[in-house]
């Protein structure tokens, strides 16, 4: 569902919004279907987790990045409402996907407990400008309901948060990590926890001062889709390069059923782009033999600046 101006005031004014009811039934039933082809259902792993000891082994054991093993859950990343919300918020339609992952969290795997920090510190080699537009979007949806036992994510409003410098001296005096993380217990009575059925979506910016919580539900599990935006252009942001994932079936199939303007958030070249020539289409078209590349002959929607 198209993401509402007041929740885009939100994301302006406080540095995250929540939305529920992002997703429609069918695409949230058919998202969360697709999940057990990367994870075990939680009946299943709270009969035996340790037969899933991998899912243990760190709190971040859980991110299986893009693309996945189903386009339903792929498409998410780039739903239509997503980069209408993304093209709003940055001001630009040359949308570039920085990163998309799944992320599994099952309580008792491990203790998924964090201290505030901002994310930009491995979105970007240096640090935000404090610009408006912002110049990162991070996206999450929920693909499972998130109450305040399943390890809710904890966003501090950037009123709140606003005073403490983007590369702070740790307030408690301890050197400080590659994290920037603050302080234990900094923010405890203004943080918000960002609860909501399955279907939510939760925006916040890389420079919004946020954390993972405990799990505290005996047979908590958390589901989520995260999915980064940034417009194309600077040479120091960004998470990922698509072409060291651009040999498995899952991104051909990708590439093959989205459009050119989705395929154009992953950096593949737009309609009228002066890459496309008739060798470059024959090839690519051998390539991706069940795309339809007729854009790229024709010129006809280009990615709009
Ligand atoms: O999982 C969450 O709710 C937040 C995690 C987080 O902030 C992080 O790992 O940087």
Known sequence: MRVPEHCLADLRERGYMVFEGFL????????????????????????????????????????????????????????????????????????????????AKYGGAVDYEQAHHRDFGNHSLVVPKRSDPATQLQTWILLSDVGDDDGPTKVVPLSVAESVPYWPETLDGSSNDYMNYLAAGAFADSEVSVTGPAGTLFCLRTDTVHRGSRMTGERSSRFTLLADYEVWGPRWTGRIAWAADSLSPDWAELIER????????????????????????????????RADLTAYLTGHGAAPA
């Open 24 to 103: 429609d039934v069918d695409e949230l039933a058919a998202a969360q279907e697709a999940l057990w082809r990367h994870y075990p259902r939680p009946e299943e792993y709270f009969t035996d987790p340790a037969a899933h000891a991998w899912l243990a082994r760190s709190q971040w054991a859980g991110e299986v990045r893009a693309p996945w093993r189903s386009w339903d859950l792929n498409r998410l990343a780039f739903h239509p409402d997503l980069l209408d919300l993304a093209e709003r918020f940055l001001g630009s339609a040359d949308l570039h996907l920085y990163n998309a992952e799944l992320w």
């Open 258 to 289: 989205a459009t050119p303007r989705e395929r154009s958030v992953f950096g593949f070249p737009a309609p009228g782009d002066p890459y496309w020539d008739e060798q470059t289409l024959a090839d690519t078209q051998a390539r991706y033999p």
